[in-house]
């Protein structure tokens, strides 16, 4: 499903060259839900951003659902992501001037999908925001607003789901039930999943744990039996 082989990403800061990822290899199976974790600065977000065709590696090959994203033009890769990739930032990234509904519908409209008013509306009873689609970002909470942008992310059936410290910007009460909202939608959905996160509680819920230091790949376990909020305080 994805496969990272021998990428590498090198930054130029004050003139010199600033390696954010060494070279690595990564395979990661269809359906599979994976936590990334690591320090601030250690490429955890630089690596989602190249899963998501959003940045180009500076050596190396990347694959993800049968596609080479490095052999693809821009206009490719914006096809690809529009049609494969879901992402949910930590800052929500909703359009503030549309309603809940509008924002999810949006993507749909601009694939040309059928019938995206009522996908719109199934989604948003997926993610227990029937009664609360007419309301603009601004009236909702942040988590409502976050679930508004997991639906969004869900709106094209995307093969690969990258969510980049989805409960950031959250208190710990309602960036549980973010998790577990994502964990469910992962099961019905059967979406390969990567999520960013610095929390050992919330990478606790994946069925695998890749950590990153420095650039490099320090850790990848994979769990039996993935940890509730409930079993990780136990």
């Given at each position: 499903m ?5 990428v ?5 800061s004050?003139g010199q ?6 070279p690595?290899?990564l395979?990661i199976d269809?359906g599979q ?5 690591g ?6 977000s630089t690596l989602?951003?190249l899963?998501?065709?959003l940045d180009d590696?500076?050596g ?13 033009n821009?206009d490719q890769l914006a096809r ?9 930032f ?7 001037t549309l309603t809940?509904?509008?924002?999810i519908v949006?993507?749909m409209?601009?694939?040309g999908l059928?019938?995206?008013r ?5 989604l948003l009873?997926?993610?227990g925001l ?12 942040g988590?409502?607003?976050?679930r508004?942008?997991?639906a ?7 093969s690969v789901?990258?969510?980049?410290e989805p409960t950031?910007n959250l208190?710990s009460?309602t ?5 577990e ?12 999943m990567m999520?960013?996160t610095h929390?050992p ?11 990153l230091?420095d ?8 769990q039996?039996?993935?940890m509730?909020r409930q079993e990780a305080?136990?």
């Amino acid at each position: 499903m994805i496969v990272l082989s021998q990428v590498s990403k090198v930054l130029s800061s004050g003139g010199q060259p600033l390696t954010v990822l060494h070279p690595l290899d990564l395979t990661i199976d269809r359906g599979q839900f994976v936590a990334v974790m690591g320090p601030s600065g250690s490429g955890k977000s630089t690596l989602l951003g190249l899963i998501a065709g959003l940045d180009d590696p500076s050596g190396g090959e990347i694959r993800v659902d049968g596609q080479t994203l490095t052999q693809l033009n821009e206009d490719q890769l914006a096809r690809f992501r529009s049609q494969a990739i879901g992402f949910v930032f930590q800052s929500f990234q909703l359009i503030s001037t549309l309603t809940g509904l509008e924002n999810i519908v949006v993507p749909m409209e601009i694939r040309g999908l059928p019938t995206p008013r009522t996908r719109g509306l199934e989604l948003l009873e997926m993610v227990g925001l029937e009664a609360r689609g007419g309301h603009y970002p601004a009236q909702l909470s942040g988590g409502e607003q976050q679930r508004v942008a997991i639906a969004r992310a869900f709106a094209c059936n995307p093969s690969v789901l990258l969510a980049d410290e989805p409960t950031g910007n959250l208190d710990s009460g309602t960036g549980g039930r973010i998790i577990e909202l994502l964990k469910s939608l992962h099961r019905e959905q059967q979406t390969t999943m990567m999520l960013v996160t610095h929390d050992p509680e919330i990478a606790g819920a994946a069925e695998r744990i890749i950590t990153l230091r420095d650039g490099r790949v320090v850790g990848d376990s994979t769990q039996a039996k993935p940890m509730g909020r409930q079993e990780a305080r136990s």
